[in-house]
């Protein structure tokens, strides 16, 4: 089964911004929604944002105004653009389309 790849997390400080990437091999990939979900230690996996394959966005409440979902179809990737982070977005944020396998995340820390 294909399976997704996630990529671009890392350690950031309060207030900063970091953009997450995820691609999947796979020619369906247009005609497919996308969401991003998180799991911080010792939590649930929690939604964060999703895309329609026409475009259309929507994010958690914790999230709007902070992050923004988007994608580029042509080169088969969804992004996650992340602004004014806060320590509470610290997760392992992972991408999810449907019928292709979870990837295994990408860390996103914030801290100071």
């Known amino acids: 089964q294909v399976q997704l790849v996630e990529s671009g997390g890392g350690l950031v400080q309060p207030g900063g911004s970091l953009r997450l990437s995820c691609t999947a091999p796979t020619s369906d990939f247009s005609r497919l929604p996308a969401r991003w979900y998180r799991q911080a230690p010792g939590s649930q996996r929690e939604y964060v944002a999703t895309?329609?394959?026409?475009?259309?966005?929507g994010y958690a409440d914790a999230v709007k105004g902070r992050f923004t979902i988007y994608r580029d179809d042509e080169k088969n990737m969804v992004y996650l653009q992340m602004d004014n982070l806060e320590p509470a977005d610290t997760a392992v944020y992972y991408c999810n389309m449907p019928g292709l396998s979870w990837g295994q995340g990408t860390q996103v820390t914030v801290s100071s």
């Open positions: 895309i329609t394959e026409n475009g259309r966005t």
